[in-house]
């Protein structure tokens, strides 16, 4: 069953401490790990900041959104960013769920 992995997360102190050719080399080495993932099986929906001026938003910087043919694919995703040592310069927020219809969703929700 498809799932999406839904990242929100927000540059470390740490980050901002690396300089310019730093930051180049670590995303070097995070496009080579994401070299390694199935496109078949994971895939980038959309990346970006996170708008700030709108009701309840997020106090993350930006987002990631990708779709993972099943669950263990999401998983496999998250391990491989966190082997980069993303954690180590973005404090991220992971939601992870399979993707429901609407109509699945709100009967979840009716049941609570």
Do not use: K
């Amino acid at each position: 069953m498809s799932h999406l992995l839904i990242e929100l997360y927000t540059a470390t102190p740490a980050w901002r401490a690396l300089s310019a050719e730093q930051r180049n080399t670590f995303f070097s080495r995070i496009g080579a790990g994401m070299q390694q993932l199935d496109p078949a099986c994971i895939a980038p929906l959309a990346m970006g900041r996170v708008a700030s001026e709108v009701p309840h938003a997020s106090a993350a910087q930006y987002y990631a959104v990708w779709q993972c043919a099943s669950r263990a694919d999401a998983d496999a995703l998250m391990a491989a960013i966190s082997a980069t040592g993303w954690h180590d310069y973005f404090a991220t927020i992971n939601a992870v769920g399979a993707v429901d219809a609407m109509a699945q969703h709100l009967a979840d929700l009716a049941a609570l």
